[in-house]
């Protein structure tokens, strides 16, 4: 009982991972040095949304570090926020992207299996498994025949079913990047979409 009771407060938390921290504030920050506080970059561990942030000055943060974005009430580490997109990043922060969300993949390796076994068609002729690099027909229709067989459980059975698929984990991370990178993406499947609680 205490488990539901628990997770039905967590939704309500955003977390995010530090992309960037800089400890004399933005550069772009014309107020003089000591009214700045530092400031850095961070993105949303459940959707990636991108954020600028500012931090309490009496904490040191490293890249990779997990803090609460939302809502402001539950903030330690962070003392404002605001959504930016890709383009508003700093050049560190855009660096290590790609790493971070390669980290959040690894790490919830269940829930982004789920969606090779959960995928659906968007339109009569585009399936959400077409938007991912590398996917054509061929490798979409033999994913599909595999899932009816039996779900997959990790990357590693995905890509020993599915001839063809390598690495199916990185197709993951370079489609997110790519729908961060890309804000007129017509589809986006995993950026900024919430699941709503």
């Known amino acids: 009982m205490s488990d539901s009771d628990s997770s039905s407060d967590e939704t309500d938390v955003r ?44 904490e040191r943060l490293t890249i990779g570090t997990r803090v609460i974005v939302e809502p402001a009430s539950e903030q330690d580490i962070v003392t ?27 790490e919830e390796e269940e829930r ?17 498994l077409n938007l991912l690099p590398g996917i054509g027909k061929k490798l979409r229709n033999s994913i599909l025949d595999e899932r009816k067989r039996k779900p997959f459980e990790s990357f590693e059975e995905l890509e020993e079913r599915v001839s063809g698929l390598h690495d199916p984990a990185d197709v993951l991370v370079e489609r997110i ?15 900024g979409r919430r699941e709503e609680a």
């Open 15 to 58: 977390r995010a991972v530090v992309l960037d921290y800089l400890p004399h504030g933005l550069s772009d920050d014309g107020r003089p040095q000591y009214q700045k506080s530092p400031a850095g970059y961070a993105m949303a561990v459940e959707d990636f949304q991108l954020y600028q942030v500012a931090f309490d000055e009496n």
């Open 80 to 106: 404002q926020c605001s959504t930016v997109d890709y383009d508003d990043l700093s050049s560190g922060a855009q660096s290590e992207l790609e790493y971070v969300v390669s980290d959040l993949v690894e």
């Open 112 to 128: 982004f299996v789920d969606f090779y076994n959960e995928a659906q068609p968007i339109t009569l002729r585009l399936h959400q």
């Open 177 to 191: 990047i790519e729908e961060l990178r890309d804000e007129d993406l017509k589809y986006k499947t995993f950026v």
